[in-house]
């Protein structure tokens, strides 16, 4: 992206509901109920919750999405559906009070939710392929549900979600939180993430939120010509994990796989079977 590109839509959205706290009242305005309506119902225009602090307000989501954005989160898209997707209701209620700083947070099962600007930046790797075909991510292929809150944002950008996971536990449990959002283009399968999920491939997109020592062959078979994966695995240096980005290329009716080595990331392990 360079500073020539046109001005974007993001960025005027942040602008538009603002994060700003009210002007201070004078005393005699404090005295009249009818002020606190008016202020209520400025507030709720805004979408800002009066303390500033509900969860539930979108100003809080973008207040998240703003700093990812300064940290160098660039797709306006992918920023817009982090700034959708209200994260506090995927973790337990005593976690929900972190849900919007950039951390990971355990979903229990010895499992974590993948912080949030890990989640924007393998999606936004996903969004540049996309880009070369319609700017939709397609059918996506998600491997570790976990809580589901990466299958929400994902199920934004995309036409159909496959996502598997291999703990029931937290594959109930995606489902619960899935259904809360009503996201029907998004289907859970309980299963060994390893294999793949054949009947909904090909796939334009594969997103892996568990890393193991190589990619199973499973997901360069159901990726779809023009496709990208995207994914942790060990670093073929042997030192930690590192992020893969693999493109499936057609060029002149010819296909070949190719596959770029980028940062250091730290991800669950990929474990095979189901549980
Ligand atoms: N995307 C998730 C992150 C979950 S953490 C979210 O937004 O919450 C990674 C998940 O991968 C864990 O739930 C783990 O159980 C799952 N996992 C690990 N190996 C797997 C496999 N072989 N198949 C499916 N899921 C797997």
């Not at 919750?49 to 809080?60: E, H, I, K, M, T």
């Not at 536990?169 to 259904?179: E, F, I, Q, S, Y």
Request: with cysteine.
């Amino acid at each position: 992206m360079n500073s020539q590109a046109p001005k974007r839509r993001f960025p005027l959205a942040l602008d538009k509901v603002g994060t700003r706290a009210p002007a201070p009242a004078s005393a005699r305005d404090l005295l009249m109920p009818q002020r606190h309506l008016r202020e209520a119902a400025a507030d709720a225009a805004r979408q800002v919750a009066p303390s500033g602090l509900g969860l539930d307000s979108a100003g809080v989501r973008l207040r998240m999405v703003q700093r990812l954005q300064r940290e160098g989160l660039r797709d306006e898209r992918v920023l817009q559906a982090l700034a959708d997707v209200p994260r506090h209701e995927f973790v337990d209620t005593a976690l929900a009070i972190q849900a919007y700083e950039d951390t990971s947070l355990p979903i229990g099962h010895g499992q974590t939710i993948s912080k949030p600007s890990v989640v924007g930046r393998m999606i936004e790797l996903l969004m540049a392929a996309a880009a070369a075909r319609d700017g939709n991510l397609g059918r996506v292929l998600e491997i570790g549900t976990g809580c589901g809150y990466q299958a929400a944002v994902l199920a934004r950008l995309a036409r159909h979600v496959t996502s598997i996971e291999r703990l029931k536990p937290l594959h109930d449990k995606a489902r619960h939180h899935l259904t809360a959002q009503r996201l029907n283009h998004v289907r859970l399968i309980y299963g060994d993430g390893r294999l793949g999920h054949k009947p909904g491939g090909p796939y334009e997109c594969i997103i892996a939120a568990a890393g193991g020592e190589d990619l199973p062959p499973a997901w360069l078979e159901q990726l779809a010509p023009g496709g990208r994966l995207v994914a942790p695995m060990l670093d073929p240096s042997g030192r930690g994990q590192v992020l893969v980005v693999v493109d499936h290329v057609v060029e002149a009716g010819a296909s070949r796989i190719v596959r770029t080595l980028h940062e250091p990331v730290l991800f669950v392990p990929l474990k095979s079977g189901v549980m």
